[in-house]
């Protein structure tokens, strides 16, 4: 069964960007192919995962957020989502209900149909407390 996830950035209700440094150095150690915007990673516990990074249009040195279908459940790419949620203006939403930002403030940056459609976000970066929401999706 397939199952998605996003991390998107906003700022001031509109699409944001972030630096693509950030992605990459999350997510370095562990990259074994990348293929334009689709990245593969492989995690120490055999874990495995993929991600399609979207780019600024305008500048590749942007990203505007990153897609993740079937993501991994090694607590290896959970870490490195968490950091970066802590490094930038982003949220964690999936299917269903339910989105994590890692600080209170980012709410105010979402737009007023995301939280209509998906609800005010949970703040936490706790890894156990956002299995608990997924699940209850």
């Not at 593969?40 to 495995?48: I, L, S, V």
């Not at 993501?71 to 339910?98: C, H, K, M, N």
């Not at 709410?107 to 976000?121: R, V």
């Amino acid at each position: 069964m397939s199952w998605d996830m996003w991390i998107g950035c906003f700022k001031d209700g509109e699409v944001g960007t972030f630096s693509c440094e950030i992605v990459e150095a999350a997510f370095k150690p562990y990259i074994v192919e990348r293929q334009g915007d689709h990245w593969e990673f492989e995690f120490p516990d055999d874990g495995a995962g993929q991600a399609t990074v979207h780019y600024d249009e305008a500048n590749r040195n942007l990203v505007s957020g990153l897609a993740f279908n079937r993501p991994s459940s090694s607590p290896y790419f959970w870490t490195v989502l968490i950091d970066i949620l802590r490094q930038t203006d982003t949220v964690l939403f999936w299917a269903g209900e339910g989105s994590v930002v890692a600080h209170q403030s980012m709410i105010a940056n979402l737009p007023e149909g995301f939280l209509e459609s998906i609800g005010t976000p949970t703040v936490t970066t706790d890894m156990q407390a956002i299995f608990k929401m997924i699940e209850k999706a």
